[in-house]
């Protein structure tokens, strides 16, 4: 999967000259936490977050009066606060790369380019949505965790048994554990019993990590 088929395209955008009390404005109505900022030639030349305009408005504890206050937020621009050296991925990014960006450099988001122009973000957000698809959370089914055996073939196995049951395959994800010579699946199966199911792929020495109805 990539980047692209999960982003949010024609994202809502500022300016490097757009005061911060209109970019928190538009970031309250259209509920985002960050605003791609692009210049006057439509170029990316920043982002700016709802946390840094917080942190550039003076302090609730400040002696000065809310008129001073609302000047001076008044003539603080974009620019003047936003993060300039600015992560960002292509539309063809594989999606697993884009999390690993982000999850390394602690940032929720990152805009999308295309040809080198502005088309997407990406957000912890749409990540995490796509996480839940991928695990077919959104759908009731059996939830298989197992410990396969070492030796090729067992997970074709597997599915074979489970089609056999008149069962469908919602998700299939594996991965490594720190314990050498195993492999963890975990698989989402709708259409069959549950009982029937488990005792069919057991007859493969498939160890149950955990099972349940979700």
């Known amino acids: 999967m990539l980047v692209g088929s999960i982003m949010t395209r024609e994202p809502v955008t500022v300016t490097d000259k757009t005061p911060i009390d209109e970019a928190l404005k538009m970031m309250r109505e259209k509920k985002v936490r960050r605003l791609p900022v692009l210049n006057a030639k439509g170029n990316l030349v920043g982002i700016v977050a709802e946390k840094d305009i917080l942190y550039a408005s003076p302090s609730p504890a400040t002696s000065l009066s809310i008129h001073e206050i609302h000047y001076l937020v008044s003539k603080l621009t974009v620019g003047e606060i936003m993060t300039k050296d600015v992560i960002t991925v292509t539309d063809d990014t594989p999606l697993e790369e884009a999390a690993r960006v982000m999850a390394d450099k602690r940032i929720g988001a990152l805009p999308v380019m295309h040809d080198g122009k502005l088309v997407g973000t990406v957000t912890e957000t749409d990540i995490f949505k796509t996480f839940l698809d991928l695990l077919g959370a959104r759908e009731a089914g059996v939830r298989l965790t197992m410990k396969m055996p070492e030796g090729q073939g067992v997970l074709p196995l597997c599915t074979e048994k489970i089609t056999s049951l008149g069962g469908r395959v919602l998700a299939l994800m594996s991965w490594t ?38």
């Open 177 to 214: 554990p720190e314990e050498p010579g195993a492999t963890i699946v975990t698989a989402k199966i709708t259409g069959v019993d549950r009982k029937a199911l488990t005792d069919s792929i057991a007859e493969l020495g498939v160890e149950f990590v955990d099972v349940r109805e979700t």
